[in-house]
C-alpha cells in the first residue's frame, strides 16, 4: 500500500469521506495525494474521495494514513491520524496527535445465491470549523466533527454527530519588556575603595523608560586602581545589540575594561569582559495598538523612518522604505503634530511587506492582525477575522471600525484614506502617515 504524507492548513469547512465497503465487498484502504496546485485528494475507494484546496492560513495541519493494526482491524484496513505540526519537522510526535480514526474492512463471506439489493451502507464523515475564542479554545481554533451520515445526503447534520475534537490555537502572550542599563560613578568607600563605576540593570517593567530602583535586577562595580603611579581608570561602554544570536530580540551591549593607553577611550584590546542585557521581547509588536505615546514607542529603540501628510500621493515601496532599514516595521497614523499615535501595529519586516493580489478580500494573517500590501491597490491592516472591502481603500463601515488603516499605493492623486473611524483622508493634511523601524 503506497502511504503519502500532507501538510495542509485549514481554515474553512470540509467533508472527509471515510472507508466504507459496498456490500459483499471489502473496503479498499484510504490514500492522500498532493496536485500540483497544493490541493490535497483523500480517497477511500468505494468510501468516496474528497478534496481539500489550499488555503491561506498559517496554522498548520499534518494527515497521514496508514495500514491499521491487525489487533484493531483483522481483516485489514486503514488509519488516519490528525494532528497539529508544532515543531514543524513534518512529522508527528505523541503529543501532536489530536485524533485518530480506523476504518475496517469487512469480512468476506462465503458467496451465497444472488439476493436483492441490501440498503446502502453509511459513510462516515467528518467535518471541520472555525472555533471562535471561548470556553473550548480561549485563543480561537478548529473544531472536528465525525458520524456517520445515516440519511445519506452527503453531509454530516447535528443528530448524526457522534464526536467532537478540537485543535487549539496558542494564546497570544503577554507584551515583552526593554531591557534598561544605568551607569552611575561610585564614590570611594566600601564597594570601590578608589571609587569607580557602579552598573544597575533590568527590565523595564513600567514602561517609563527609566530604571526604577525596584525594577533593578542585578548591581555590579568596575572599581578604578588604586591611586598610585601606575593606576588605571576603569571604562564601561554600553551600546546597542542588534537582533542575532547574542539576543533574539536585540538589548544593550557592555563591554568593560582599563585604560590602558590613557586615551580616555576603551579600544577593542583594552576590552576585558562582554555582557548582554536581552529584551524578552519587541516592545509594541503582537496586537493592534490605539492611542499610545510617539515618545514611549521611541523611547523603546523604535524610530521614524517615513511620514508625510494623508493628501500626498504614497511613493512606491521602495521610496517609502529606503531608511527603513530594521527587522521590524510598525504602521501607524495620528493628527498632524500630536505625540499621540491613533493607531498603530507591528510586525516583521516580511510580514508588514508581503505583497498579496489586489482583490477585494486579498490578506494575510499574523497573530490577532490581517495584513495587506498590493503596488497600485492599497496598503494596511485590520482586526483578523473581521470582514474586509479594499474597494481600492478598506472602506468597511460597520465592523471594528476604530483598528483598521489603509493607505492607496495606485498611481493616482488619491493620498491616503483612513486612520480608524476616520475615512475619506485622501486631502487631508490634518492627518499624518508613518512608518516606523526597530
Known sequence: MKLRTTIISIAFALILVGCSGEDGQSAEPCTTTTEEDGSVIIDCGAGGTTTIAPPESDDPLLITTSDAAAEDCPQGGTTITIGKDASGDGELSSEEIVDVVTTCHGETGETGATGDDGQDGSNTLMQVHEEPAGENCPAGGLRFD???????NGELDEDEIQDTEYVCNGEQGAPGYVALVEVTEEPEGQNCTAGGLRI???????????????????????????PGD??????????????????????????????????????????DSTTYICNSSVPFTGGILQNIPLSSVESSDWSVCYIDTYDTNLPDQ?????????????MACRQTGSDTLTL????????????VPGEQTAHHVSGSVG????????????????DLDRNYCDFNPTDALDRRLCWHTRDSDLGGYRCGETRNLNDSTAWERLVLTY
Not at 204 to 224: K, W
Not at 318 to 330: I, Q, W
Not at 371 to 386: K, L, Q, R, V
Open 371 to 386: 495584513w495587506y500590501y498590493s503596488p497600485d491597490h492599497s496598503w494596511g491592516f485590520f482586526e483578523a477575522g473581521t
Open 318 to 330: 521602495s521610496t517609502v522604505l529606503e531608511n527603513c532599514t530594521g527587522d521590524f516595521l510598525m
Open 230 to 271: 601606575d593606576g588605571l581608570t576603569a571604562l564601561v561602554v554600553v551600546s546597542p545589540e542588534p537582533t542575532g544570536d547574542n539576543c533574539v530580540f536585540g538589548g544593550k551591549r557592555i563591554d568593560v575594561g582599563l585604560d590602558q593607553n590613557r586615551n580616555g577611550e576603551l579600544d577593542e584590546d583594552e576590552i
Open 200 to 226: 544597575d540593570t533590568g527590565l523595564d517593567l513600567n514602561g517609563d523608560g527609566e530604571l526604577a530602583q525596584e525594577e533593578i535586577d542585578d548591581t555590579s562595580y568596575i572599581c578604578n586602581g588604586e
Open 344 to 355: 498603530a501595529a507591528a510586525d516583521h519586516y516580511e510580514v508588514v511587506t508581503q505583497e
Open 146 to 152: 465525525y458520524g456517520l451520515d445515516t440519511n445519506q
